[in-house]
């Protein structure tokens, strides 16, 4: 489940409890954000769920919360209230019961023939996630004839509801009333991928159906989304612009480089000739030049790469030893070597090379490039290793990650810690219970009591054997609010 959906379903459950708790009533569980439809689903479950949690069998109280009641007469008589929330009118069209469908269906028709444009503004996010419903096709199918207006469907495709964007970008492309200037202008400016094609492909077959039109080509070449741009390298070859499949060898997406090699041969030149140019000229050696070449270079190539390790750009660098990691032309001794790189890309690069191969590689010589005093880049790839390599260094690293201020480098280390197995760790005789019991007591923060507890007794840490009470001076006794420690 996506960040996302995940906080509209907690946002659905939030309300849900509010509700039925008597925190609104007479209201709906809004204040929502409009057209937030995993969180309407997630709010008409959830009454149910609590309903059936606290054993409640009666139906007292709020009519919102009728609508999403168990009982079916319940919700087909909310559904004959004035003005019920669309909604959950909209979720009842899919209802399992018969009567309690077909009244749902009347309301939201009558709703559409009173204010289509308003309706479907509102309700269509919704619509089309319960038209995956067995009973959902028919309130989605109301959505076309709604939606006959190029005004609103227009309003639709800027919808950041990413389902919405692309179902009015569809209805629009059937309609058949862009030119492939707009269907070009529509595909580079559009940040959805998946809409961007639609756009593009449409580009595509009308360059095809209509002849060339350099306008339209020029707008797909700049576009941000790589699928778009490889849509213009391809454009270029029925516009009779091959030549300038050369301009593209060097861009940053792997996709439109290898549209640009391909288009590059079909007018009868060498793109390997022309990355071997660009990257022994230290003048136009680029980050995605070396990417290029490295794309459509064989392995006796590895020396022409290794060069480029010297180099005093970084990303430059980064790219060689990701070029030479493509050509299966690395070797361990010259990652190794390179771990302790200024530069965070290459870091990275060389972590990703030494991570299938991380076993052997000496613990101390990782665990040294975890001090507090390196650069948070070299930190976070040597733990990257750390973990790949496994064993009880990778614990003590994520420990002594645990403040770190990189927030990511902080998250991984706490999710190590979290999904440790402690238990095993003592078993196996990867260190002794006095370090994996100071260990758990240095990360006790990450877990709750009842997650705690449990692993303190499997580990045999007693109140008396615990890290933390062995320290303490002996003293007399104290109250009972002498344990509320911060542990």
Known sequence: ???????????????????????HPGHTPVPLPAGVADTWIAFDQAVRDIRRHRH????????????????????????????????????????????????????????????????????????????????????????????????????????????????????????????????????????????????????????????????????????????????????????????????????????????ARWLVRQDGGDPYSRYRELITDPARVTPYAVSGFAECARREDGPLLRALLGHPGGPVRAAAVAGLRLLDADDERLLRSLLDDPSPAVAREVSRGLRATAGPLPADWLTARVAPELPTHTRRAAFHLLRARGGIASLRAAVTLLDVRDPGLRELAEGTVREWNWQGSLQAGWADPAELGALLERSAHLFDIHQLAPLRDRMGLTETARPDRAARPAGPIMGPWENCTNE
Not at 1 to 23: F, I, K, N, P, T
Not at 80 to 106: F, K, N, Y
Not at 157 to 181: C, K, N
Not at 189 to 215: C, I, K, Q, S, Y
């Open 1 to 23: 489940m996506s960040a996302r959906r995940e906080r509209a379903v907690r946002a659905g459950h939030a309300s849900a409890e509010r509700l039925m708790d008597g925190g």
């Open 56 to 259: 409640e069998t009666s139906y007292t109280g709020d009519d919102v919360v009728a609508l999403c009641h168990p009982d079916g007469y319940v919700r087909e008589g909310a559904l004959r209230a004035p003005d019920p929330v669309l909604e959950l009118v909209a979720i009842r069209c899919t209802d399992w019961v018969p009567a309690v469908r077909e009244q749902a269906r009347r309301v939201l028709r009558a709703v559409l023939d009173a204010d289509p444009a308003g309706t479907v503004r509102r309700l269509t996010p919704l619509l089309l996630r319960l038209g995956r419903r067995e009973h959902g096709a028919w309130a989605a199918a109301r959505l076309p004839a709604a939606l006959s207006g190029e005004s609103l469907r227009a309003e639709l495709r800027e919808s950041t509801d990413l389902p919405t964007r692309r179902f009015a970008a569809r209805l629009s492309l059937e309609g058949g009333e862009f030119g492939v200037r707009e269907l070009a202008r529509l595909a580079a400016v559009e940040l959805d991928p998946p809409t961007a094609r639609m756009w593009a492909d449409a580009a595509l077959a009308a360059l095809a159906t209509g002849g060339p039109d350099d306008r339209a080509v020029d707008l797909l070449l700049g576009a941000h989304i790589p699928m778009v741009r490889a849509s213009g390298v391809t454009a270029l070859r029925g516009a009779g612009r091959a030549a300038e499949a050369g301009g593209y060898l060097t861009d940053r997406s792997g996709l439109v480089r290898a549209c």
